[in-house]
Structures are given as structure tokens and as C-alpha cells.
């Protein structure tokens, strides 16, 4: 037996031997990273030059087409309770566990990728998780059904299986199915119970009105605090909800000074969590007195919203303290620009543009002939057509079935589709030209971009440069200006909902996960692509407008590099990266530095940080990376685009049969506004 020092250096060397195990491990997850990167890369390039090298035509080009979109096409699952009131009197029900059972899941949910951003709701997460006991050989979740529910195993041993083949097991302390969570998404396994299980359960329900809680809370109690300020209680709701939406979060430790007695400031305080304490000096001979204690709700700093520069007391933490902080040029802006952008978008709205929509009011089915088919979507299909009696313009049919909208609960939504396109009176925005509807589909007649789609020229041709990245990214945010100025949300904006005119000029199309924004000027739905999704979509938070800046973000990216920052087909690994951040990713070289700060800019996991929020477009229009940009030429269409595609043979496809005739009648109540 080695003596007590032989024994110690022994386990130096074992300490050294794993302390130079680590290093390796963490330069080996460097080096697989990078090559993850790479391989994500040359896939994308590998992509681009397979659609390249295979004929637009050809069965083959297709079908490698239609493959690639069903991984960008996007989700929409509708919060299931949106009452308000009912979310703050009603807190999700929680479940008693042991402090094991506590400690157990909370240490599962924040090894999950994603659900460790969550932040402090996560200890609610675990307060509603509820027990259930599986029996040996019970199937738990099924391969191919709808999933609503994640689990932590507890106790018991579960095996994971695919089309009957063995994938793995599930030891205690595991989470799994969490991407219910997130949306309704079919199960690619089974699960099955090896032995007697014990497990908890987690709802999507719960979890999403957890997070709109927490939302609702923090909005209305801004509101509230807001609204006790002189200046600024007169304003409407909607006007509150902006303000409290530009609060920033501000940290200080125990002593610091927020507030200096004497020193000049423009900047209001509320107290979001701790406490301050208030302290008057009457005189410089004299000790600064505690006044006041302040904590989570207060407020102080209202006299700089009035133009007082000057400080009259100091304020000091006490302890670690959170505020959320705006300043008075901030708070005057969005006073001014209320009234200005209802003005401005309301004018916008009267002032369609005279190109021939009129003279389609009066058409019927019977007038339309079919060209060719274009696409084919989850609940619909598009034709290019044209009149009968003027085949020199043509148009795209959308037809949808009523059936399939029924019974998939989107009567609303497509109703919201038809009626922000017609209202919509922006030369940047895809028009809808006529609605019609017979027994078995509604149909909506739009506006042909004959041009293509970015996404598809992107494959194409590979990734633009940046004048042309500008170009189109000028084309969209004159589309976002005017949505944004009616209060509607995009949600989907991406390569593919771009399309091109005869003339080269992008518009933006797929409005189907468009959406009025109501109350708390908030929407609470899962919805958008995957890579496409903001930090606050993801999370159930609750998303603006906003949301919108960062997908385009994400897409000014995508144009500059081909792929866009984050991708992959794990859509769990996509979300663990957005939450992750921007400042993780490595730009590439093809992205100048104007380009990048405009993307990080944009790309911000807090809303209230992006570029845009405080003036909307008229920030990012300001923003370097437009430096020379002729922004008025894109708006007058005197610009001239960076591509302009051949679109003349899309006209001269042979005649298919015209629209047949469905059954007359069936006018039912669900469509009659169709």
C-alpha cells in the first residue's frame, strides 16, 4: 500500500489526465461544430445546383422543389384561451410534489436545449406538472398521433421505437415529447412502457397560458403605473401599450445611485423587482435622509417626462434591484407618431392605386380560364388564369376547400386573410383583386407575380449581393410600413412569401398567418417557419410587431449567405439556437460589417432592443447599412431592379379546360362574408 503522499500525487495525475480529457472534448465539440457548419453549407450549395443543373420542367426539379418547401412551411396553432381577464384570474392549477420530485424535474427541464430560457416561469412549469403511473407494456405516445403532452420520467424504464424497429430507452430523469410544448406536431415514435412507470405530465395548454400570464401581467401593470404619471394619463391604452413595450431593463447592486441629487436627467423608473430607497438633502452641510422606500410597481423620475432636468432627490438600490427605464425623448416620439401613423395608414388604405382592380369586381368563375397549375398548399391550391374575353393579363386563382378549412378550425383565419388583402392598398403587397365561393371551395383572385418567388431565385442563382439585398429588403419594409401602420402583423415573412412583378419589384405575399393585433396590441399564437420564428414567438410570450424586424433579420441574411442562420431539420435544435442568440452565430465574410450590425440589430432577443422600435421603418431606414440607398426611387418605381425575369412564356401555355361548374347554391351562413 503507497503512503499518504504517494497516493495524493496519484491523484494530481488523475486530476491533470481528466482536466486534459475535458480540453480535448470541448476542442473536439469546437471542431464538429464547424463541421456541422460546413456540411450545412455545401448541402445548401449542393441544393442550389441540383435545382440549377434539372430542368424547371421536369418531374424530377418538382418534386426536389416541393421536398425542400415542406421544410419551410409554416405553423400556426392558436393560443387556446385568449380572455384576458379569465388568464389573470385564473392561474394554471398546481400540482403538490415532494421537494425530490421538484428538484428531479426542474433539473430536467433546464437540461432541455430550449426550456432553460424560459427564465422564471419555469419554477410554475414545475408547480403544474401532474403525476400518472403507465403499466408494463401500455403505450404512452403513438406513432402518428397528434401530441399535446411532454413527460419527465420519474421512476420505471420506457423504450422508444419507429415502424416496430427499437430506437432506444428512457431512463429516469428524462424529458421527452417537448415539441408539444410548441405546437400540435405528429409523433415520428412510440413509446411504450417496459415496466410499471411513474412520470409527470405537462400540457401545452399550461405551458401556453403560463407564459401568456406572465405577459399579460407585466403589460398591465406597466400600463397601470403609467397611467398614474400626469403626462401621460390621458393617452389611450394602445398608446400606454407602445410606451410600456419600449421600457428597457436596467440592473443595479446594493449602494448603487440611480438617481443623483443635482444632476441633470430625462429618464423615468419603474421598479420591476427588489427595492430603492429615496434620500433628500436639505442642505450640503447636511446628510441625505431616507424619504421613502420604493419597491415592484413603483415608479420615480416622472418630473424628467415634463422637461425638469435638474434631480431634486437622489435614489439609491438597496440591494439587487431591476428597473424598467424610458427616457423622455422616447415617450414625447410616441405621442407625436400616434396620430401620424393611423393618419398615414388610413390614407394609405383610400388611396388604392387605379390598376384595373375595379374593372374585376364584377367577374364571375365563368369568366376565368385556367392556364396552368402553380402550386399546392396544406388546404389549397393556385392556378394562373385569365379572362375569357382578355387574355393579355393574367392572374392567380387561390382555391381553397371549405371542408378541409372546417374541419381544421381555420373558417376565422382565412376570413382574416381575405379581408386585410382587400383592404390592403400598398404597391408592395400582393393585391386581391375579387372573392368568390361555390358548394365545395372559396376562391380569391390575386394579383400574378409572374417573376417568381426570392427563395426559389435564391436556389437559383445563389445568394444576391448586398445592392440587391437592399433593394428587396426596401420592397418588404414598405409592405411592413403599411401593415404596421394598420395594426396587422405579418408573421411569416421569408424568401418564399417574396415574390417578383413583371417588372422586378418585390412584393409580399403569404398572409395567411397575417393577423389585427387587439388587445395589449399582443398575439399569442405559435406561428411562422422554422428559423424564422422570434425568441418571443417561441416561448408563448406574447409577440408585436416586432416580430416581424427579426424576421427580417433573419431574411437579409438568408439572401446575403443562401442559408439562414439558423437551420437544420431538428426543429428543437433550431429553437435551442434562436434562444441562444445572434451573437452566437459566426457571419460569414460574404456579409459586410454594415450588413451584420444591421442584422444583430434587428435580430435582438429582447423586442424592446430591436432596431425599429421606436420609430418602425423610419429607424431602419436611418440605419448605415442604407447609407446612398435611393429609398424614394423604390417607392416611386423609378428604381431600377437588380433582376428582371423573362415572364412572357407563363402566357403561352396551352389552354387547359376551363373551371368546372360546381353545384349551384349552398350559400352557407360560415362564408356568407366570402
Known amino acids: 500500500m503507497g503512503t499518504l503522499r504517494d497516493l495524493q500525487f496519484a491523484l494530481q495525475l488523475k486530476i491533470e489526465e481528466l482536466r486534459q480529457r475535458d480540453a480535448l472534448i470541448d476542442e473536439l465539440e469546437l471542431e464538429l461544430d464547424a463541421k456541422d457548419d460546413l ?48 388568464i389573470l384570474q385564473n392561474p394554471p392549477m398546481s400540482h403538490s410534489k415532494n421537494l425530490e420530485s421538484q428538484q428531479l424535474i426542474e433539473a430536467a427541464l433546464r437540461d432541455t436545449e430550449w426550456l432553460k430560457y424560459v427564465g422564471t416561469e419555469l419554477s410554475d412549469l414545475v408547480d403544474c406538472a401532474y403525476p400518472t ?32 424497429q427499437k430506437l432506444h430507452n428512457i431512463e429516469p430523469g428524462t424529458l421527452f415529447g417537448e415539441l408539444a410544448l410548441l405546437y400540435n406536431y405528429t409523433c415520428t415514435s412510440t413509446v411504450t412502457a417496459l415496466m410499471s412507470s411513474k412520470l409527470w405530465v405537462f400540457e401545452r395548454q399550461t405551458f401556453q397560458r403560463i407564459m401568456q400570464r406572465s405577459s399579460v401581467l407585466r403589460i398591465t401593470q406597466c ?95 438597496a440591494g439587487g ?89 381555420n ?22 383583386y375579387c372573392t368568390f365561393r361555390d358548394a365545395n371551395c372559396l376562391y380569391m383572385l390575386k394579383e400574378a407575380c409572374l417573376g417568381g418567388d426570392l427563395w426559389t431565385l435564391l436556389r437559383e442563382r445563389g445568394s444576391f449581393d448586398e445592392n440587391a439585398v437592399r433593394f428587396y ?44 393585433l387587439g388587445s395589449l396590441q399582443r398575439t399569442w399564437s405559435f406561428c411562422g417557419s422554422a428559423a424564422y420564428q422570434a425568441p418571443e414567438i417561441l416561448l408563448h410570450k406574447g409577440h408585436s410587431v416586432m416580430a416581424d424586424f427579426w424576421a427580417l433579420g433573419i431574411f437579409v441574411y438568408e439572401l446575403l449567405n443562401g442559408i439562414p442562420p439558423f437551420s437544420g431539420s431538428d426543429q428543437l435544435k433550431i429553437c435551442a439556437a434562436v434562444l ?3 451573437d452566437a452565430i459566426e457571419f460569414p465574410e460574404v456579409i459586410s460589417d454594415p450588413a451584420a450590425d444591421f442584422i444583430k440589430q434587428l ?26 440607398f435611393d429609398w424614394d426611387a423604390v417607392r416611386k418605381g423609378t428604381h431600377p431592379p437588380p433582376i428582371v425575369r423573362h415572364v412572357q412564356g407563363f402566357l403561352d401555355h396551352s389552354k387547359s379546360d376551363n373551371h368546372k361548374d360546381s353545384s349551384p347554391g349552398d350559400d352557407s351562413d360560415w362564408d356568407k362574408d366570402f
Request: include cysteine.
Open 223 to 317: 400600463v397601470d403605473v403609467l397611467r398614474s404619471v400626469p403626462l401621460l394619463c390621458a393617452l389611450p391604452e394602445d398608446d400606454l401599450i407602445q410606451i410600456s413595450d419600449a421600457l428597457q431593463e436596467h440592473h443595479y447592486s446594493d449602494g448603487d445611485y440611480i438617481l443623483r441629487h443635482g444632476i441633470p436627467g430625462d429618464t423615468f423608473f419603474i421598479v420591476s423587482s427588489g427595492q430603492v430607497r429615496v434620500l433628500e438633502r436639505h442642505s450640503v452641510s447636511e446628510d441625505s435622509v431616507c424619504m421613502s422606500i420604493l419597491s415592484s410597481g413603483d415608479s420615480f423620475g416622472d418630473r424628467a417626462l415634463k422637461g425638469e432636468v435638474s434631480r431634486s432627490l437622489s435614489v439609491v438600490s
Open 473 to 516: 429588403t426596401t420592397c418588404v419594409l414598405e409592405a411592413l410600413r403599411f401593415l404596421h401602420g394598420q395594426g396587422i402583423i405579418h408573421r411569416d415573412l421569408k424568401p418564399e412569401n417574396v415574390l417578383l412583378d413583371q417588372k422586378g419589384y418585390a412584393k409580399l405575399a403569404g398572409f395567411g398567418s397575417a393577423k389585427q
Open 580 to 582: 441562444k442568440g445572434i
Open 133 to 164: 403511473v403507465v403499466a408494463q407494456g401500455v403505450r404512452l405516445v403513438q406513432e402518428g398521433d397528434e401530441a399535446s403532452q411532454s413527460f419527465i420520467l420519474e421512476e420505471g424504464k420506457l423504450e422508444v421505437s419507429r415502424a416496430g
Open 411 to 432: 373558417r376565422a383565419r382565412i376570413l382574416a386573410e381575405k379581408q386585410i388583402l382587400i383592404d390592403a392598398g400598398c404597391p408592395f403587397i400582393v393585391r386581391l
Open 321 to 409: 434591484v431591476t428597473c424598467l427605464v424610458i427616457n423622455r425623448e422616447t415617450v414625447m416620439r410616441f405621442i407625436g407618431a400616434s396620430v401620424e401613423t393611423k393618419e398615414n395608414g388610413s390614407n394609405e388604405s383610400k388611396a388604392r392605386s387605379a390598376d384595373g382592380g375595379d374593372r374585376l369586381s364584377h367577374v364571375s368563375l365563368d369568366d376565368i380560364q385556367v392556364l396552368c397549375n402553380v402550386g399546392e398548399g396544406r388546404y389549397s391550391h393556385t392556378q394562373l388564369v385569365h379572362l375569357k374575353n382578355d387574355t393579355s393579363c393574367a392572374f392567380v386563382l387561390k382555391i381553397i376547400s371549405k371542408h378541409a378549412l372546417v374541419s381544421s378550425g
Open 39 to 86: 456540411i450545412r453549407r455545401l448541402q445548401g450549395e449542393l441544393d442550389r445546383l441540383r435545382d440549377t443543373l434539372t430542368s424547371p420542367g421536369s418531374s424530377t426539379g418538382q418534386h426536389r422543389a416541393s421536398s425542400l418547401r415542406v421544410k419551410r412551411r409554416s405553423v400556426i396553432t392558436e393560443p387556446t384561451n385568449l380572455d384576458l381577464k379569465l
Open 603 to 628: 435580430c435582438r432577443e429582447n423586442p424592446t432592443e430591436r432596431l425599429g422600435q421606436r420609430n418602425g421603418v423610419t429607424d431602419i431606414q436611418g440605419h448605415k447599412w442604407f447609407k446612398g
